[in-house]
């Protein structure tokens, strides 16, 4: 199922906001694709294999999840980091595991 927002009100919204309808085509869309990495808040991440792992201000850094759980935005499954500007897309992140 491809999801493309029409609704007004949600375009002119935050990332963080959407009405009922489009939260339930989203969620629907979520459950069918099955993308979700399972990064919840607290979890340390570093990023890999994206066009910001290469900069060296971000480079090998650890970052903290801030978000609850991950959602879809624009087709991509994302999370907040703490102190990255904007949500980030989960398949370019690799959680750490400390218990080893």
Known sequence: MEYNCTCIDCKQASATWVCDECQELRDKRFKEKKTDTGL???DQVVMHTCME???PKYAGKIWTVSSEHEWELCGSMVVML????GAFASQYLQKLDFTK
Do not use: H, P, T
């Open 53 to 55: 792992a290469k900069n």
């Open 40 to 42: 919840k808040n607290g």
């Open 82 to 85: 703490e102190g990255f500007s």
